[in-house]
C-alpha cells in the first residue's frame, strides 16, 4: 500500500509540475485559423487550429475551393484535391506538408483504399505521416474521401 500512495504522490507532483510549466510556456499557445468559407456560406468549423508548433488541419474533402462541387472523375481526381485542399491550409497557416505527423482517412467505400493511397503517397514523397483509413457509412457532399491531417512546424 506505501508503494501505491508514494506513486501516486509522484504522478500528483508531475501532473502539477507540467501544468505549471504549460500555462507559462509560449509554445503551447492556441490559434483558431479562420472558418473555411464555400462561397457565401461560412462553414460551423476552424479550418484548422495551430497549438505551439502543431497545426491540426479540419477533415478536407475533394471540394473544388470556394464551391460545394467535388472533383469529378472518381476517388483518384477527389483525392487529389483533398490533397491539395490540405496543402493549401497548411501553407496558407504558415506549415509545410514536409513534417507531417498523423492523417485520418474516411472513405466512404473502403474498397476504393488501394486507388486513395496511390494519389495520397505522392504528397508526402520523403516522410510518411502515421495514419489510420476507416470505412465510413457517408461523407459530406457525398465524397468518396475525407482526409484530416496533424502537422509540426
Same mark, same amino acid.
Not at 495551430?50 to 467535388?70: C, E, F, H
Not at 516522410?127 to 491531417?149: D, F, H, M, Y
Given at each position: 500500500?506505501k508503494?501505491?500512495?508514494?506513486?501516486?504522490?509522484?504522478?500528483?507532483?508531475l501532473?502539477?509540475?507540467?501544468?505549471?510549466?504549460? #500555462?507559462?510556456?509560449?509554445?503551447?499557445?492556441?490559434?483558431?485559423?479562420?472558418?473555411? #468559407?464555400?462561397?457565401?456560406?461560412?462553414?460551423?468549423?476552424?479550418? #484548422?487550429?495551430?497549438?505551439?508548433?502543431?497545426l491540426? *488541419?479540419?477533415g478536407?474533402?475533394?471540394?473544388?475551393?470556394?464551391?460545394?462541387?467535388?472533383?469529378?472523375?472518381?476517388?483518384?481526381?477527389?483525392?487529389?484535391?483533398?490533397?491539395?485542399?490540405?496543402? #493549401?491550409?497548411?501553407?496558407?497557416?504558415?506549415?509545410?506538408?514536409?513534417?507531417?505527423?498523423?492523417?485520418?482517412?474516411?472513405?466512404?467505400?473502403?474498397?476504393?483504399?488501394?486507388?486513395?493511397?496511390?494519389?495520397?503517397?505522392?504528397?508526402?514523397? *520523403?516522410?510518411?505521416?502515421?495514419?489510420?483509413?476507416?470505412?465510413?457509412?457517408?461523407?459530406?457532399?457525398?465524397?468518396?474521401?475525407?482526409?484530416?491531417?496533424?502537422?509540426?512546424?
Amino acid at each position: 500500500m506505501k508503494k501505491i500512495v508514494t506513486l501516486t504522490g509522484v504522478f500528483s507532483a508531475l501532473v502539477l509540475t507540467a501544468g505549471v510549466a504549460m #500555462a507559462d510556456d509560449p509554445a503551447t499557445d492556441l490559434e483558431y485559423l479562420g472558418p473555411e #468559407a464555400v462561397g457565401e456560406r461560412v462553414l460551423p468549423f476552424s479550418d #484548422a487550429v495551430r497549438v505551439g508548433d502543431i497545426l491540426y *488541419a479540419s477533415g478536407k474533402l475533394g471540394n473544388i475551393p470556394g464551391t460545394m462541387n467535388l472533383a469529378p472523375g472518381g476517388i483518384g481526381p477527389e483525392t487529389r484535391q483533398t490533397m491539395e485542399n490540405i496543402k #493549401a491550409t497548411v501553407e496558407r497557416n504558415g506549415f509545410s506538408m514536409e513534417k507531417p505527423i498523423k492523417c485520418t482517412v474516411f472513405l466512404a467505400d473502403i474498397a476504393e483504399w488501394a486507388a486513395m493511397n496511390e494519389v495520397y503517397v505522392e504528397f508526402f514523397p *520523403a516522410r510518411k505521416p502515421a495514419r489510420s483509413a476507416v470505412g465510413v457509412s457517408g461523407l459530406a457532399l457525398n465524397a468518396r474521401v475525407e482526409i484530416e491531417c496533424m502537422f509540426a512546424r
